[in-house]
């Protein structure tokens, strides 16, 4: 039989065996065969030897492809096979929408080929801005966006605290409808921060309802992780709610015990969890592999009754005497749930850069202060943003094991080089395999690669991503899992992870025998209904 007629027939016998999946797939797009790889399927399932094989942005088989003419083939041996990480958590929207960062590079050097962004009820109202703004330079990843409540409330209510009128309520409904109809996946908040703090429960769950009319997911960082407001079991209820009165998916997103006054309650957020899952609610989790948070200080240190009204309001306030004795009181009990003045690292500080990457307490010993005023001072003078050393291990895998915890990185993509970031968005998901699999085996690789494909497919309900069989996207990650490993670190971050040998993103090849190609094939998806 010649190659041609071959070929033909491959085309003929795939069409019909998927279906309409690959009815738009011309003939004569080449054929990539990838063999003797040691394939995860996302399922959680061992893995097991199989070659895949990809036409356009399709898979077209996976098993044994020893029949099939390929144009391209790679092998694979020694090497893992999975389907293309996929992370649920990332502040990489901004980054992405830059020229020089649309390439994504830090991202796929770990097997990303899809990010949510907006999370944290942060990122732009106007969803198809948005799009065409990340797809101007083109995009080495997919890119799925969430509806951002917190920008919502900042545009319609303002920093005031206070509830809603029944008018601005109605706004916001309309925005949130706005962006589902865009293609949003969901409502992300951060009912941490101001402006979401001030909104009530019952706010968040109005519109939830629009967001389950729509099918979507509902995340959120959540009210407290310690014991600023709340308290942590009382915010995680408030999370489990919403997903019980709105009935849809909802997402305890970067999941932690925040300082040493919780240490121990990843226990109870899991019990917690369990109880309502049996009740029937989907409540689920993200959670980056590491034992520090990053945030702003404002965010970290400062009582929310003294931000409200916007920055120059808490100027004001910290200009008066009387007031800012009260402030200082709320600062000292946040710098006691983080853990102490040690446990603060400056991470950007763009009025003086030279504190980067150095301790609260290290700058405040050098100016004589105590680190209370020292950081009143860095507050005053401009946003400054933080690492903070307040998880427990423990808790770390005791949240990790779960079936309902997927994982995300929680990073962010800002200028190459600038500042001392957290090192998660370099690291993230080569950190996992490297440390929580390979090492300390706290959970093994197919549970990890389930939490980074298939299951926050599932969760958003992505048919298509997540897995690796017949008609799904060619989203897949091929990887040497002794080479993989995070180089990022708290003090050096900007570096890039190691060990991804192929990486696919909707069929294209985005890194080729550990090198970068350049491709943007990237797409912004849409949900629909």
């Known amino acids: 039989m010649t190659h041609f007629l071959r070929s033909a ?3 003929v016998f795939l069409v019909i065996a998927i279906g309409g999946a690959t009815a738009s797939v011309a003939a ?5 065969v990838i063999r003797n790889g040691r394939v995860l399927d996302g399922s959680g399932n061992p893995w097991m030897y199989a070659d895949v094989v990809i036409q356009g942005d399709r898979i077209l088989r996976v098993g044994d492809a020893s029949d099939v003419p390929a144009d391209r083939v790679i092998d694979a041996t020694g090497l893992y096979v999975t389907p293309g990480f996929i992370d649920v958590h990332s502040h990489a929207g901004p980054g992405l929408t830059s020229p020089e960062l649309s390439h994504a590079e830090p991202l796929v050097a770990m097997g990303l080929t899809t990010v949510f962004v907006n999370p944290d009820g942060g990122g732009p109202v106007d969803q198809a801005a948005q799009r065409e703004a990340l797809l101007a ?3 080495g990843v997919n890119v799925a966006q969430l509806v951002p409540h917190g920008s919502i409330r900042s545009e319609v209510v303002g920093p005031e605290d206070r509830h809603a009128t029944s008018a601005e309520l109605e706004r916001m409904r309309s925005l949130v409808i706005a962006g589902l109809e865009q293609g949003a996946w969901g409502m992300s908040s951060g009912t941490f921060y101001v402006p979401g703090s001030y909104a009530p429960p019952e706010e968040i769950e109005e519109l939830a309802r629009d967001v389950a009319r729509y099918g979507g997911t509902y995340t959120s960082h959540y009210r407290d992780e310690s014991t600023y407001s709340v308290g942590l079991i009382a915010a995680v209820d408030e999370v489990i709610n919403v997903g019980r009165v709105a009935e849809l998916p909802v997402v305890l997103t970067h999941v932690k015990a925040l300082g040493p006054l919780v240490w121990g309650y990843g226990q109870a957020i899991t019990s917690r969890v369990d109880r309502a899952r049996e009740e029937g609610i989907e409540v689920f989790a993200d959670q980056y592999p590491y034992t520090a948070s990053a945030t702003g200080l404002e965010a970290a240190l400062l009582p929310r009754w003294s931000q409200a009204g916007g920055r120059d309001a808490l ?11 009260r402030i200082r009181e709320g600062m000292e009990e946040g710098l006691t749930r983080r853990g102490g003045a040690d446990r603060i690292q400056f991470r950007r ?4 850069p030279s504190i980067e990457g150095r301790l609260l307490s290290e700058v405040a010993s050098e100016r004589g202060q105590d680190p209370i005023d020292t950081a009143a001072d860095l507050i005053r003078g401009g946003g400054v943003s933080i690492v903070s050393y307040n998880m427990h291990d423990d808790d770390v895998e005791t949240l990790m094991v779960q079936p309902w915890t997927m994982t995300s990185s929680d990073g962010g993509l800002g200028a190459m080089g600038e500042g001392v970031p957290h090192p998660r968005t ?8 490297r440390l929580y699999v390979k090492e300390k085996g706290t959970v093994d690789l197919a549970h990890a690669i389930r939490s980074m494909t298939s299951l926050p497919a599932a969760v958003f309900d992505m048919p298509d991503r997540g897995s690796l069989r017949e008609g ?6 091929i990887f040497d899992l002794a080479s993989v490993r995070d180089l990022a670190e708290y003090t050096d971050p900007h570096r890039y992870s190691e060990g991804m040998v192929h990486v696919f993103v909707n069929g294209e090849s985005v ?3 550990g090198a970068f190609t350049g491709r943007r094939p990237g797409r912004v998806l849409r949900r629909t209904r």
């Open 426 to 433: 370099y690291g993230a998901f080569a950190r996992k395999l």
């Open 349 to 352: 500080y763009r009025p003086d």
């Open 472 to 477: 799904a996207i060619a989203d897949i990650a």
């Open 137 to 139: 330079d083109g995009l």
């Open 315 to 325: 100027l004001t306030r910290m200009a008066n005497p009387d007031t800012m004795a």
């Open 9 to 11: 027939l491959l085309n």
């Open 511 to 513: 890194v080729t025998d």
């Open 28 to 32: 004569q797009e080449p054929v990539t």
